[in-house]
């Protein structure tokens, strides 16, 4: 941690994404207590969640690594990765949606929280950090909204998500993509009309480069529940020369 970091901190307590209590400086220094629930994590999270959220979280341990679904099974038999073949190869899910991580987005998304994105990003760079394919990734796409909406809501809670993400892990954030049709609310659709939905919602944006072509990118979302969206940017990303596309998001 820089000085001025500290500073900041002592000056302005970080606060729990989730709840919201004010992060104890001094809790840095009790490490052994805090229960990590990743096998590798490069940064304190103690300094990121309060402890009783640490602790409460449904953190996504042991999932699919395709599609970050909660196994029980041995990993190449995840029954929802075989039904539906995605066109993106990793899914890297911080929780479960539900709970306070539910309450968490809806404020991020529906009640002009931006803020989040700065805890939140921290919290999914810190799980990245630790997957064994994340060395690969060389730019991150967040996944439009359409621009509608955008203006209604002011902000795409992706790429801020993504912003702190390049930061944080030092790669580079670019909007290669547009949302050319509005599929937001696909809340009571069924799961295949979701998917027939989904198909052609994406475009490659003005800034996608020949060059790129061949590289490894990282989508950025809030949410995966279906894969459908996932599963559509990548298609496109994947048309359009990326050599793999892999998924990071909040909530699963
Ligand atoms: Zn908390
Ligand atoms: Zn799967």
């Known amino acids: 941690m820089t000085l001025i970091q500290s500073i900041m901190d002592l000056l302005f ?34 300094r990121l969640v309060c402890f009783q959220c640490l602790e409460k979280m449904p953190w996504l341990v042991n999932c699919c690594p395709h599609c970050a679904r909660p196994l029980t099974l041995a990993v190449h038999n995840c029954p929802y990765c075989l039904e539906q073949p995605f066109a993106f190869t990793y899914c890297c899910a911080l929780a479960s949606y539900q709970g306070a991580l539910r309450e968490t987005l809806h404020r991020f ?24 394919w994340f060395s690969k990734v060389e730019m991150l796409v967040p996944v439009p909204l359409f621009p509608q909406r955008q203006r209604l809501r002011g902000y795409n809670q992706s790429v801020l998500l993504a912003r702190t993400l390049s930061r944080e892990l030092g790669i580079p954030a670019e909007e290669l993509l547009l949302r050319v049709r509005d599929t937001d609310s696909q809340t009571g659709m ?13 475009e490659k944006s003005g800034r996608w480069q020949s060059k790129l072509e061949g590289k490894e990118f990282l989508l950025i979302d809030d949410i995966l529940t279906s894969g459908a969206t996932a599963h559509a940017a990548a298609l496109v990303l994947k048309e359009a020369g990326a050599s793999c596309v892999s998924v990071a998001v909040i909530a699963r």
Do not use: H
């Open 190 to 202: 069924g799961r295949q009309n979701r998917w027939e939905n989904m198909r052609g919602a994406f």
């Open 13 to 46: 307590p970080p606060q729990c994404p989730f709840c919201r209590t004010p992060i104890p400086v001094s809790s840095a220094n009790t490490e052994d207590s805090i229960p990590v629930p990743w096998d590798r994590c490069s940064v304190a999270l103690e």
């Open 109 to 132: 998304k529906y009640r002009g929280e931006k803020a989040l994105a700065v805890s939140l990003g921290r919290l999914m760079a810190a799980r990245l950090a630790g997957m064994p």
